[in-house]
Structures are given as structure tokens and as C-alpha cells.
């Protein structure tokens, strides 16, 4: 089992605009966290382990309700990378929405490479929320 200290914080918040017809508000959720960032670990166990942190807080946001999550900047790898080269298994390609309509979460064999864009999406579909994800 690794062992690593993550600090988790879900901050619940409800935000009122006006989105839909359907109900005249929706709950947000911001997740802050210390990312498990140790470069001694190999670069998948690092996206892995961040992305399980991402698992339980999109979890926990969906049941207090909320219809968004938006994940922290940079949340998935540590801020300094040990080189350039570490970097490029983390590269995948998103698909432009206005060419092809996809969903990564169902279309596992066209997606198995990309684990980021595919954990995201099954995230993102199987707590029915939104997810944010800025890089
Ligand atoms: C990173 O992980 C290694 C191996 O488990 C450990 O020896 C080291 O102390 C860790 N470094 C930090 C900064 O936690």
C-alpha cells in the first residue's frame, strides 16, 4: 500500500444563477487539494493515485448535490516536473467537439490510451456531474 498524506478539501458551496428552466440555480463544488506530487514514484502512479482523489471528491460533490465540479490547476501532476521528457506521457490529444462527438467513458477500446480523458469522463458520467478541468 503507498502510503502518502493527501489533504482533501471540498468545499460545498451553492452559487444561484439562472441555467435552466428545469430549476433556477446550481450547486458548485471546488475541490483544493495537496496533490501527491513524490517524482521517486513513477509518473502513472502519481495520475493514478491523484486521480482517486478526484474519484471520491467528485463522489462526495454529487451526493450533496452538486450539478458541477471544478478541479484545481495542475491538480493531477506536480507543479515541477523533472524534465521535459516526464511530461510527454502525460500528453493526450482531446477531440474538437465541433469535428466528432465522442464519450470517452463509453468508447473505452478508441480511448484506452488516454487515461486522464477517460477517468474524467466516467467520472463525469457516473456521478451525472459536470467536471472542470483546467490542463
Ligand atoms: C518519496 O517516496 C520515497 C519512496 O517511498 C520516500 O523514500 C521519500 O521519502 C518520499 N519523499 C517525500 C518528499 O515524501
Not at 28 to 52: C, G, H, K, M, W
Not at 78 to 92: A, V, Y
Amino acid at each position: 500500500m503507498l502510503q502518502f498524506q493527501t489533504l482533501v478539501w471540498i468545499i460545498i458551496s451553492s452559487f444561484s444563477f439562472v441555467i435552466s428552466a428545469e430549476k433556477d440555480f446550481y450547486r458548485a463544488a471546488v475541490l483544493e487539494l495537496a496533490q501527491f506530487t513524490n517524482i521517486s514514484y513513477p509518473a502513472a502512479d502519481i495520475l493514478r493515485i491523484n486521480l482517486e482523489v478526484y474519484e471520491i471528491a467528485a463522489k462526495t460533490a454529487a451526493k450533496h448535490g452538486a450539478d458541477i465540479i471544478v478541479f484545481p490547476e495542475s491538480g493531477l501532476l506536480p507543479f515541477e516536473k523533472p524534465n521535459r521528457d516526464w511530461m510527454l506521457s502525460f500528453i493526450e490529444d482531446i477531440p474538437d467537439p465541433k469535428k466528432e462527438v465522442v464519450n470517452p467513458c463509453e468508447q473505452e477500446s478508441q480511448f484506452r490510451d488516454l487515461p486522464i480523458l477517460r477517468r474524467l469522463s466516467c467520472l463525469a458520467r457516473n456521478n451525472h456531474i459536470w467536471v472542470v478541468q483546467i490542463r
